[in-house]
């Protein structure tokens, strides 16, 4: 190797490791089907400078754990799963320094029948994909993300765009009444992660999203930009969800347009954040348009 060359980060895992899990109480079956994604760093880089391979934990062998963990343990929830993935390398692997784990969850539905919840029968319903994040560094804390991504949402009116700033590029003319079209993704942490009703917690935080999105169903909300409708979901879920720590969106949006087209597409994120997290943490606020 170059002398003057070093190594700052090495990881390697396994993507996408598909599995469906089918638990039976008597006739009635329930259903979770998740997308896992696991990757490990080691506490030596020898078998990047060396190829020497001894400490490697085949991708295979990460693949097998998972499925293991799942079937063993179950998946309650996919925040505990995705604890438990993590706990489990670094309690089993004493050369592993750092492990991150992703897991989604395919939007299954139980089939109804004239409002009759059918008893082993699912439909895929595309309204948001819920998934989970978990990292842990050897001696440090476990640090859990949630949230919920592809979820399409629009308002026919009660949208506007007004007031911006304008130079001898600006073809776009101001509104007071438009389509908002947006696709939403949405990250929160938990902070320190305790013993959380994660199911409820994340219906309760897409509850808000469309709260704050649509506003009273007899009338709706105006929203004067696609930025403050944003500030809104995130201060809405702020206020009604005190164990989200963080609450992070990355949204993108296109407005008043009548034939539906994917792109060009306008964008914004904003992360914030409770101050006393921020002040125990050392961290700083980060908004960004």
């Not at 599995?19 to 696991?38: D, M, P």
């Not at 059918?118 to 993300?145: K, M, T, W, Y």
């Not at 949230?147 to 101001?174: A, R, V, W």
Request: proline residues 4%.
């Amino acid at each position: 190797m170059i002398k003057d060359v070093e190594v700052l980060n090495c990881e390697y895992g396994k993507n996408t490791i598909k599995l469906l899990r089918v638990r039976r109480e008597g006739k009635k079956h329930f259903i979770k089907e998740v997308e896992v994604c696991t990757h490990l760093r080691l506490t030596s880089a020898q078998e990047y400078l060396e190829g020497d391979n001894s400490a490697v934990i085949p991708t295979d062998t990460i693949k097998n754990i998972v499925l293991v963990l799942a079937k063993k343990d179950g998946i309650q929830t996919l925040e505990q799963f995705t604890v438990d993935i993590c706990k489990h390398f670094m309690t089993t692997f004493s050369q592993v320094a750092y492990v991150k784990t992703y897991v989604q969850e395919v939007p299954w539905q139980r089939l109804q029948e004239n409002g009759v919840p059918h008893i082993h029968s699912f439909i895929c319903v595309p309204d948001g994909i819920r998934f989970c994040e978990a990292e842990q560094c050897r001696n440090g804390p476990l640090v859990v993300f949630a949230g919920i991504k592809d979820l399409k949402l629009m308002k026919t009116t009660q949208s506007g765009f007004e007031g911006f700033y304008k130079n001898e590029h600006t073809t776009l003319p101001e509104r007071n009444d438009r389509i908002l079209c947006a696709e939403l993704f949405c990250k929160w942490s938990y902070g320190e992660c305790r013993d959380f009703d994660f199911d409820c917690i994340w219906n309760k935080v897409r509850e808000c999203v469309l709260e704050a999105f649509s506003g009273p169903p007899d009338c709706g909300e105006y929203s004067p930009s696609y930025q403050k409708t944003v500030n809104c979901i995130q201060m809405c879920i702020l206020s009604k969800v005190p164990e989200v720590s963080n609450d992070i969106h990355v949204p993108a949006c296109s407005s008043q347009v009548l034939v539906p087209v994917e792109t060009p597409y306008g964008s914004c994120t904003c992360t914030l954040s409770r101050k006393k997290f921020l002040e125990a943490q050392g961290q700083v606020l980060k908004v960004e348009k």
